[in-house]
T-cell receptor
Framework: DTGVSQNPRHKITKRGQNVTFRCDPI?????LYWYRQTLGQGPEFLTY????????KSRLLSDRFSAERPKGSFSTLEIQRTEQGDSAMYLC??????????????FGPGTRLTVT | RKEVEQDPGPFNVPEGATVAFNCTYS??????FFWYRQDCRKEPKLLMS???SGNEDGRFTAQLNRASQYISLLIRDSKLSDSATYLC????????????????FGKGTKLSVKP
């Protein structure tokens, strides 16, 4: 399977614990994105990387959230001191430039986080 | 006003029906447009990129009206497997305060195709 992969698929943690998620993009894609989705809503943008550079962060990404892509390949998203409001599906996407001149993003299966 | 608005549905249609989804976006600087489908508890999957002249892919036709800031998706000859939530998505060019990273999603329109 050459699609975007994410690990773990599910994570249950107690409030106050730290969690880390991993995303492996499609190999030839240089852009990687993180989104968060809660029930009944569309995904909300968190941050994105071009190669190893983090080019944009949403104001949704509080100080407790940090993302890295150290070698321009896989990425990690860490949440420190988790809160119940962090419970959501965390989606990773990667993209390449399409023939229409814009980037088409392809999503991984997501990591479902439950904070108890 | 929300940046991307869609009728939440649900749309309940019989197999073989034609169904149309509409979407409006608030920022005229929006540059790229997409339709994604999302099955329950799964990730969004890219269905179509929407080109300025409109485009068709099999039973699916997407249209863009920049003047009205309106995007549509038409599904002909609905199949049971078309049952999903359809997400309207826009992206703004960085020059206008957006980002090529930041896709803005609507909440989605739920479609249920019945036998």
């Amino acid at each position: 399977d050459t699609g975007v992969s994410q690990n773990p698929r599910h994570k249950i943690t107690k409030r106050g614990q730290n969690v880390t998620f991993r995303c492996d993009p499609i190999s030839e894609h240089n852009r990687l994105y993180w989104y968060r989705q809660t029930l009944g809503q569309g995904p909300e943008f968190l941050t994105y990387f071009q190669n190893e550079a983090q080019l944009e962060k949403s104001r949704l990404l509080s100080d407790r959230f940090s993302a890295e892509r150290p070698k321009g390949s896989f990425s990690t998203l860490e949440i420190q001191r988790t809160e119940q409001g962090d419970s959501a599906m965390y989606l990773c996407a990667s993209s390449s430039l399409a023939s229409g001149g814009f980037y088409e993003q392809y999503f991984g299966p997501g990591t479902r986080l439950t904070v108890t | 006003r929300k940046e991307v608005e869609q009728d939440p549905g649900p749309f309940n249609v019989p197999e073989g029906a034609t169904v149309a989804f509409n979407c409006t976006y608030s920022n005229s600087a929006s540059q790229s447009f997409f339709w994604y489908r999302q099955d329950c508890r799964k990730e969004p999957k890219l269905l179509m990129s929407v080109y300025s002249s409109g485009n068709e892919d099999g039973r699916f036709t997407a249209q863009l009206n920049r003047a009205s800031q309106y995007i549509s998706l038409l599904i002909r000859d609905s199949k049971l497997s078309d049952s999903a939530t359809y997400l309207c998505v826009v992206n703004m060019d960085r020059r206008y305060g957006g980002s090529q990273g930041n896709l803005i999603f609507g909440k989605g329109t739920k479609l249920s195709v019945k036998p």
